[in-house]
């Protein structure tokens, strides 16, 4: 019972003891809680308490001698409390904290101040006092990966979303706070840490008190020192003095072989991790095995932790070796491993602690065991285990279900972690996890668009959640595109943000992210390596820095770029700190860019909107006939402005491509808003200044899919025929646009079959027309076109498909009207449809005759019925009609009618192929709608039979007759009306058939015949037909399999008889194959065939890169080097040189190589635009380049001192560097070779798309040929060895050494005391001696491979060469060995003294140098020499003004002048323009967050006082000295007074505020500085205090002087108040002062500060309050205008012409004009200005506006027709002088001698017709 109240103490003084010996043991209530409840349980029956505790105490005595376990289960985390020991794995080690890998997978966090005492002291120290000498070790020098750890639970600290946070300690008092001096043994092993460094070794702090533990230096496992903090395993060798002092060493063999046994009294209590047992099976159990040890100890091991290859052979009673994982004391619970890796001769650093396969996702992984309460095994595909924790094995909100995941035969996890202690991957199979696009920071790419949650503000920014295990941070500078003052206004927790990835640190799991909307939406090329800035691209960035010389911008990672103050802008710039700002998002293009010194320099005035475009499209796969979907961004007059998706890549629609139909062209653009995704449209052009256009014609879509389309001049054909469309039209003909750019002239007589007068009218720009290539100018690279449809076979039929296809793009605008909204009239008009018919009430009629009726079913439409459609119908006002439904038009509003009883009368039944008279009832351009005779039937057909018909407006005009056959009485497409097509008047003309020829096109294809051979050629065998015509058979048509070397056409004997059948024809004088269907086959050649199989027609195999082909030369071209083959009679190859020849040698004769006809073997290289109708094939066999390959090449160009620059086969260049081009180095390598020989050579790789590094070495190029190499290729860092003599060229000599080039990517360096034995006062003696490019031999010294670095040397000591500089020069040898150290050591000495000397001069009184207080020393006036310290003070100030990145320039320091001590006051103020004059510059008209600190102008005052420090001793001051103080005393006072009375002067306190406003209350100026000062010390309420003065202050006559005080008052509550605020001193301004005035400026300060949402409402309550003003539309306009809403703006206009008096409305017209030329639209800017001049065009002020504008925004075109109208004017003479001298001084700035002549002599007719006037 004594040790019972011990244990559990009731209250009171504490009880004392007078045992000697007190051993620490755990209690053993604890184990069953028994502590809580003895102490809060009432005192009613003490007895009864005390026979329930012995019971109790019965039982856990007998628990704690049994000591058993009965279950095994793995180490989970809720198992663990504070105080668990754990031995574990060093994962990671970063700059403060130490990731520990645990048993079971588990992670814990070692802080930096969880080492060891002595190690936080160190830190401690080096907090408080920043000189501190001692230094911090890195964590990373005292524990390393892969280490072995034993460690404690310090905390389980719950972080947010649910998860802990599991802090460990490897303190060892907090480890081994079990062990005391009297339980240390010898043989024992412990963890410690180094406390402190002797002289013989170190004290280690093992965590016992009392104890001294000593490692001796020769005792240690490491050869290095170590440092206080080092993390060891220690063994105990001997033990002193009772425990208090203690030897250790680091033996590893010792510490493998030392086991724990009971001598060493090991207890439950002083167990440890990481000890090495012997135990015995007790038990195997499903889930691991239960041992014994130390006699009555037991342990577990669960299945993680058994050694896998021993599993099924464990069984009871066996004996194994253990290592101890972990101990809980207050349970006694102790598992234990039996992994290799963790028992001897291992178990100190695992060698394995991290995988690669992190990350990754595996599928069909099997499922070997699962355990219920742990997890599953799994076995991945490779055979690897992975391990699946059993919360990991279902979703978060799931149930367990083990039954399901057993059913499966096979799974897929994702491997998210290794855990070093077993050895094993960690896998999930959750499929949130495995889907997670982002699981790793190295998932995360820069430049990536993210989203996430926001979790914190900050100083410094934002953090983000991206997943559950990705963190990042928006810096405050990238939280907008303007640097925000509250971002707490705009950022919360839980709001979701959108992000672009600035940067990737994975290793230290850093991500910043950027929220700039610049950046973010930013189309153009990213810049994320210095590679990737190759010069000419464009890119968005934001500056960081901004100096005198120019701004420095970052983009992405650490690239940074220099724009030099000259690239700034296109105007002068001096002050670039005034316009550029530290975040200012900005567009750079790249001037030059060096990355292997990581230099870039930019320039903002060279991005010009075609560079813009090109980079924007340069990332996307731009290839015409390229299918894509796009979304609308921007809605212009000429068509869509769309983004393709989802490369989100600018791309414009012309608003004529939007449709086939010209009618349906607008009406779409009309349906399409801003945000609709369009769908299968086509790439269709590309060029730098329009970028990519798009087409959705369907006609040109389906011509460019056939594959058919000529891409260049080269491939068109007269008589080929086309799809287009009409791209311009003038009056000699009309221009018709194709495909890759193409376009061809249709002169007037080409246009149509008919004679044409005049080009307008017969086609519409944007029209789809088929046209025929009639003439070729080669020279200049054009053509004509015809478009006559007598001449044109393409697109003849389909006038039923362009019919459905034009009326489903109607039906598609309809629906994309009405989906819109769910208005009234939507929904009337999307009730009707054509042929309805409808009650209608006649209305009025109108001037045109037509007439406008009403019904109920459209009483919100406008319904009109035509005069044709009237007659004989009486159309009184209010008579009541039945009307049928004849168009219906979504746009307008408007549903067009007929009253005419034919068709309303009851439809009759139609029959097919029924012929029947038809009336054309309503038209447009395009289709039109008609009745059929008396049946009462409606329908519509098409107006074009075919594309390029001309319409005839009398035969199609309403209330024409048509002759139409009936196809389809109730077509389904249609919408159940009848399908009709127009009877043609066999008016077509008849194709002659050439009568010369005498053939006959009455072949059909596949006809049998037999032909008598008439002449044998290579290729092709002439025949004789039946009919005695001529026909021909390609070479590839006389066997079916020939072979390779065979001539084919030598079978066949002239007069021969062959069977022969008809495949086609080719032309006689193109010798192009013609199918037997084309309308030209008549006056063709008959092609034919001798192999016996049956052909269709357009017959033709699809090739495609690699395949073989068996090929007939035909011949080879000098000029072009290629070779000429036939495939088959429609297919045609050639071969250049290069892929004909394998041996340089081969190339003095081609032509020899193969003859004509002969059959040879080819591989296809690429294939024809035009249907593979014209391959590139290759006779050697390769068809692409790859890496290993040896291929021909020709010296393209030779690179001095680079290497050869080589044109490979299949238009691929290469690259051979000097190094590569022999395996033996010369001084002149590139000697033998020169532009246009021909060399063998090697791939080597791919560097960039169609470029490869090559070699010409013959160890590359024979390689078993060539095994003994005098200089080697080294490829790679590890393939030079210090100590190794090698040979390369030299790149640069320089102030830095010798750099010489070892391999294509390794250069060595020589320091310039390793190049010559001669000491050298100048480096550039060197530079003379050693040319670039020479051949020198080296030797290496050193190696870094992480760094790639090499130090080499040249001295003839080292490499046994001569030295690279001649002895004549008389230099004097290099100090070696002693010699060099007497030398330095007398240096030494020198400095020593001479800095001795120069303190002494220091220390003298500085007072005797004075001449008067606060003034400089004289030395320092006249200029003389700086002081050390003065120029120490200096460098540090230049670094620290650093910005990082080299620059390419340094200003030149500019030379102090002389200057008097008088002029010390005032040089730095500076003048500025001022609006009010306001000293502080106090932006009171916009925004508060640029005001700067004010700085004190005077600072003499410091100074002196420095100088009054330094004299430590009262000098005694001679009569004269006293006489000069008393003088300058006197000059102070006078200039204090002078400052006083001057107004100039900055006011710099309160108090001389407050003096001057005494002299001037009235003045705002003042006010306004007073506010300044307060705001500049932060100081908010003051400023306002100083505003409520002000306005009581100043008198009420001065109405502008208040109210510039209220304007302030607008800002300061903008910027520093609330909106509540803001609104209330509002609203007293408007009390006080003129109202519009105050409206005017607070919302100029809201659109300044970008609150647009509360300008656009005030300014709509100012147009409504002050409607009469013209001010106020003018604002509104240009608010409008600039926040790009040019709609809105035109809007306000027309309000404002209603609003306002006619008299201000031309320059109400005028003024929004010009605000369009600089905002908005600059056509729409145009037409109005147009408009006013056409109504007032005497108005000459207007024609000068006008003209002003137009040269700054016009073409010299428009402004030149400007100027021709002014001067025709019917103005008087002098004002038509004053055009004419603007005329020609716009000519001779602008103009040429001509245009400068034409305008004299137009002033000339100007004066002459004048003359004639007057004299008449």
């Known amino acids: 019972m004594a040790s019972m109240e011990e244990d559990f103490p009731r209250g009171g003084a504490e009880k004392k003891t007078t045992e000697p010996k007190r051993v620490k043991t755990h209690d053993v209530g604890n184990l069953f809680e028994n502590r809580e409840t003895a102490v809060k349980k009432k005192k009613k029956n003490v007895e009864q308490d005390e026979e329930e505790k012995i019971k109790k105490q019965k039982v856990v005595d007998e628990k704690l001698k049994l000591n058993t376990a009965t279950t095994v289960e793995i180490l989970h985390l809720w198992n663990l409390n504070i105080g668990t020991l754990i031995l574990g794995c060093v994962k990671e080690v970063s700059e403060f904290e130490v990731v520990v890998g645990l048993p079971s997978g588990l992670i814990g966090y070692l802080p930096i101040y969880n080492i060891c005492d002595s190690y936080t002291n160190i830190l401690n120290n080096r907090l408080d006092s920043e000189d501190s000498l001692e230094a911090v070790v890195p964590l990373s020098e005292l524990l390393t990966p892969g280490m072995l750890v034993r460690c404690v639970v310090s905390s389980l600290d719950s972080a947010k979303e649910g998860h802990v946070s599991l802090k460990v300690s490897i303190n060892p008092k907090e480890v081994n706070k079990v062990l005391s001096s009297g339980t240390l043994k ?74 724990i046994t009971i001598q060493h009294g090991w207890t439950l209590d002083t167990l440890l991790p990481g000890l090495l047992i012997r135990a015995r099976i007790k038990k195997v159990t499903p889930h691991g095995l239960i041992v014994t040890f130390l006699s009555s100890f037991t342990g577990v091991v669960d299945f993680l932790h058994l050694d896998e290859d021993k599993a099924s052979t464990y069984s009871q009673g066996q004996e194994v070796l253990a290592r101890v994982l972990h101990v809980e004391p207050s349970t006694r619970h102790v598992s234990l491993s039996l992994h290799s890796h963790l028992l001897p001769p291992g178990g100190g650093v695992l060698d394995k602690y991290f995988s690669q396969r992190v990350g990754e996702v595996v599928q069909g992984c099997k499922m070997t065991v699962l355990h219920y309460h742990s997890g599953a095994l799994m076995k991945l595909p490779d055979g690897t285990t992975a391990f699946v924790h059993k919360n990991l094995m279902k979703e978060p909100n799931e149930e367990f279900n083990p039954n399901r995941l057993l059913s499966q035969s096979e799974h897929t996890l994702r491997i998210i972690d290794y855990s070093p202690m077993e050895q094993i991957h960690l896998a999930t199979l959750r499929r949130s996890t495995i889907e997670t696009t982002f699981f790793r920071y190295q998932d995360v790419k820069v430049g990536q668009i993210v989203e996430g949650k926001v979790t914190g ?92 010389f120019g701004c420095i911008v970052h983009f992405y990672e650490d690239v940074k770029g220099l724009v030099p103050v000259k690239e700034l802008s296109t105007e002068r710039v001096d002050n670039p700190e005034g316009l550029f700002f530290i975040g200012q998002v900005v567009q750079a293009k790249v001037l030059s860019c060096d990355p292997e010194n990581k230099k870039l320099c930019l320039s903002f005035k060279a991005v010009s909107e075609g560079d813009i475009k090109e980079s924007q499209t340069e990332k996307f796969d731009f290839v015409v006939g390229k299918t894509v979907n796009a979304r609308v961004c921007c809605k212009v007059v000429d068509g869509l402005e769309v983004s393709i998706v989802p490369e989100e890549v600018p791309a414009f629609i012309p608003t004529v491509h939007l449709s086939d139909h010209v009618s349906n062209c607008f009406p779409l653009w009309m349906a399409l808003e801003e945000g609709d995704a369009v769908s299968n449209i086509m790439c269709l052009t590309k060029n730098k200044k329009k970028g990519i256009t798009l087409t959705k014609k369907p006609l040109l879509k389906a011509y460019l899919e056939d594959n058919k389309v000529p891409q260049q001049f080269s491939d068109l054909q007269v008589g080929m025929q086309m799809l287009g469309w009409v791209k311009n039209i003038m009056p000699y003909g009309v221009f018709v646009g194709f495909p890759h750019g193409l376009f061809g002239l249709a002169p007037k007589d080409a246009m149509a079959d008919q004679f044409i007068t005049n080009t307008s009218g ?48 109607r039906k598609d605008i309809f629906e994309m009207v009405t989906c819109r909204g769910e208005s009234d009239v939507l929904q009337q008009l999307s009730a009707v449809s054509l042929g309805d018919k409808i009650k209608m009430i006649v209305g009025d009629t109108r001037e045109d005759g037509s007439v406008t009726l009403s019904s109920d079913r459209l009483s919100e439409v406008t319904v009109l019925a ?47 192929d029924s012929k029947l008279t038809a009336t054309i009832q309503y038209t447009d351009k395009d289709f039109a709608v008609i009745s059929l005779g008396d049946t009462g039937h409606l329908t519509i057909i098409p107006l074009r039979t075919h594309l390029n018909k001309i319409l005839d407006s009398k035969k199609f005009s309403v209330g024409s007759c048509l002759n139409v056959i009936v196809e389809d009485p109730s077509s389904e497409e249609l919408g159940g009306l009848p399908l009709v097509a127009l009877q043609q008047p066999n008016a077509k003309h008849d194709k002659t058939k050439s009568k010369s020829s005498g053939q006959s096109s009455n072949f059909t294809l596949g006809e049998g015949m037999t032909v008598t051979v008439k002449k044998v050629k290579p290729t092709s065998v002439l025949v004789t037909l039946p009919s005695g015509t001529t026909g021909s058979i390609h070479v590839s048509e006389i066997e079916e399999s020939p072979e390779v070397g ?352 120069q303190q002494q001069e220091n220390e003298k009184p500085k007072i005797k140098r004075k001449k008067v207080e606060g003034c400089p020393v004289k030395e320092e006036c006249t200029g003389e020499k700086k002081t050390l310290k003065e120029k120490k003070k200096k460098k540090t100030k230049t670094e620290d003004s650093d910005s990082g990145v080299d620059v390419f320039f340094r200003e030149k320091e500019e030379a102090t002048s002389n200057k008097k001590c008088d002029q010390v006051k005032g040089k730095h103020e500076k003048t500025e323009p001022k609006r009010l004059q306001v000293t502080f510059g106090f932006p009171w008209e916009s925004t508060l967050c640029s005001l700067t600190p004010f700085a004190a102008v005077d600072d003499t005052h410091e100074s002196s006082e420095d100088e009054q420090e330094v004299s430590s001793k009262p000098v005694k001051k001679s009569r004269k000295e006293l006489k000069q103080e008393q ?72 109405e502008q002087e208040k109210l510039n005080v209220w304007v302030a008052m607008l800002n ?70 600039r926040q790009r809403q040019s709609d809105a703006a035109n809007a306000l206009l027309q309000r404002a012409l209603q609003s306002l008096s006619n008299k201000e409305h031309v320059d109400l017209i005028t003024k929004f004009a010009r605000l369009e030329f600089q905002y908005g639209n600059t056509e729409r800017a145009k037409s109005m200005f147009d408009k006013v001049l056409s109504t007032y065009p005497k108005r000459t002020d207007l024609w ?73």
């Open 186 to 259: 010898p043989g024992m092993t412990l963890s410690g840490c180094v406390e402190s460094v002797e002289d013989h070794g170190y004290l280690v702090d093992i965590g016992v008190s009392g104890t001294k533990a000593f490692l001796p230096k020769k005792s240690t496992a490491s050869k290095q020192d170590l440092n206080v903090g080092q993390y060891m395993s220690i063994l105990i060798e001997e033990v002193k003095n009772d425990g208090r002092v203690v030897r250790l060493t680091q033996n590893p063999q010792a510490l493998a072989k030392a086991f």
């Open 457 to 548: 503000l900050h100083q410094h920014g934002v953090n983000v959640r991206i997943t559950d295990h990705i963190r990042g941070m928006i810096p405050r500078t990238h939280l907008a595109d303007v640097v925000l003052q509250n971002p707490e206004k705009r950022f919360f927790e839980g709001l979701k943000v959108k992000c672009r990835v600035l940067s990737v640190d994975a290793q230290n799991k850093r991500l910043i992210l950027t929220k700039k909307k610049a950046l973010v939406e930013s189309t153009l090329p990213l810049f994320q390596s210095y590679s990737d800035a190759r010069v000419g691209r464009i890119s968005h960035g934001f500056i960081v820095c901004v100096k005198k």
């Open 762 to 809: 017969i086609f519409e720009i944007g029209q789809t027309v088929v046209a025929k290539v009639t003439n070729l100018d080669e020279e200049k690279q054009r053509f004509l076109v015809s478009l006559k449809v007598s001449e044109l076979s393409l697109f003849e039929e389909g006038g039923h498909a362009r019919l459905l296809q034009g009326l489903k793009e």
């Open 866 to 912: 035509s005069k044709f459609h009237t007659e004989g119908v009486n159309v009184t006002p209010g008579c009541k009609f039945s009307a049928v439904i004849l168009h219906v038009d979504p746009l307008k509003s408007e549903v067009h009618v007929s009253l005419l009883p034919e068709l309303i009368t009851k439809k009759k039944l139609l029959t097919k």
């Open 1046 to 1397: 065979s001539f084919p056409t030598a079978s066949l004997k002239i007069g021969t008889e062959v069977e022969a059948s008809v495949i086609g024809g080719h032309t006689v004088r193109g010798n192009k194959f013609l199918p037997i269907s084309h309308p030209n086959f008549g006056v063709s050649l008959t092609e034919l065939s001798l192999l016996p199989r049956k052909l269709s027609v357009d017959t033709m195999k699809i090739y495609t890169p690699g395949d073989e082909v068996l090929c007939f030369p035909s011949k080879y071209d000098e000029k072009t080097k290629t070779l000429e083959v036939h495939v088959k009679h429609d297919v045609i190859g050639t071969v250049e040189l290069l892929a004909m020849i394998n041996k340089p040698g081969q190339a003095k004769h081609p032509k020899n190589l193969f003859k004509p006809g002969q059959t040879v073997s080819a591989k296809v290289v690429r294939t024809g635009s035009i249907k593979s109708s014209r391959l590139s094939l290759s006779l050697t066999g390769i068809y692409k380049l790859e890496p290993g390959l040896v291929t021909m090449a020709t010296v393209w160009k030779v690179v001095p001192c680079q290497g050869l620059l080589l044109k490979l086969p299949f238009g691929n260049w290469g690259f051979a560097s000097v190094l590569d081009v022999s395996d033996v180095y010369a001084d002149n390598p590139l000697e033998p070779y020169k532009q246009g020989q021909l060399v063998r050579c090697y791939i080597i790789e791919e560097a960039r798309v169609r470029n490869f590094k090559v070699s010409l070495r013959p160890s590359r190029l024979h390689k078993d040929q060539h095994k003994n190499v005098t200089d080697p290729e080294i490829q790679s860092i590890s393939d030079i060895k210090e100590g190794q003599i090698v040979r390369g060229y030299v790149t640069s000599t320089n102030d830095k050494g010798v750099f010489v080039r070892l391999s294509r990517f390794i250069t060595g360096r020589v320091k310039l005391q390793h190049t010559t034995k001669y000491f050298m006062d100048d480096p550039k003696v060197l530079s003379k001696h050693i040319t670039p490019n020479a051949l020198v031999t080296a030797k290496v010294l050193s190696v870094n491979t992480e760094d790639s670095h090499v130090n080499l040397s040249l001295l003839s000591e080292d490499t046994g060469k001569p030295d690279l500089l001649p002895e004549s020069l008389d230099l004097k040898l290099r100090l070696t060995g002693e010699k060099k150290a007497e030398y330095d050591e007398k240096v030494a000495k020198r400095k020593r003294a001479l800095s001795e000397s």
């Open 1527 to 1598: 003088q300058n005393a006197e000059q102070k006072l006078s200039k204090l007074e002078v400052e006083l009375m001057d107004t100039s002067v900055r006011p710099d306190s309160s108090t001389m505020f407050e003096r001057l406003l005494l002299s001037s209350p009235d003045s705002s100026l003042l006010w306004l500085q007073y506010m300044a000062f307060h705001l500049q010390a932060t100081e908010i309420e003051q400023a306002r205090v100083v505003a409520e003065r002000a306005l009581k202050t100043i008198s009420f006559r001065e």
């Open 1612 to 1681: 300061l509550e903008n910027m520093y108040g609330t909106q509540e605020s803001l609104q209330k001193v509002f609203e007293r301004a408007t009390q006080y002062c003129e109202p519009l005035p105050v409206y005017q400026q607070l919302a100029d300060i809201y659109a300044k500060s970008d609150k647009i949402k509360e300008a656009e409402s005030l300014y709509k309550n100012m147009v409504k309050r002050f409607r009469q003003e013209k001010a106020v539309y003018l604002s509104y306009g240009t608010f409008l205008l």
């Open 1744 to 1816: 000068s506006v006008f003209i002003d504008l137009m040269v700054k925004h016009g073409s010299q075109k428009e402004v030149r027709e400007i100027f021709d109208r002014v001067i025709h004017l019917s103005v008087s003479v002098k004002k038509i002088k004053f055009f004419f001298k603007r005329y020609l001084e716009y000519e001779k700035r602008n103009g040429t001698p001509e245009t400068i002549q034409a305008v004299k002599q137009k002033a000339i007719e100007y004066v002459e017709s004048k003359g004639a006037e007057a004299a008449s």
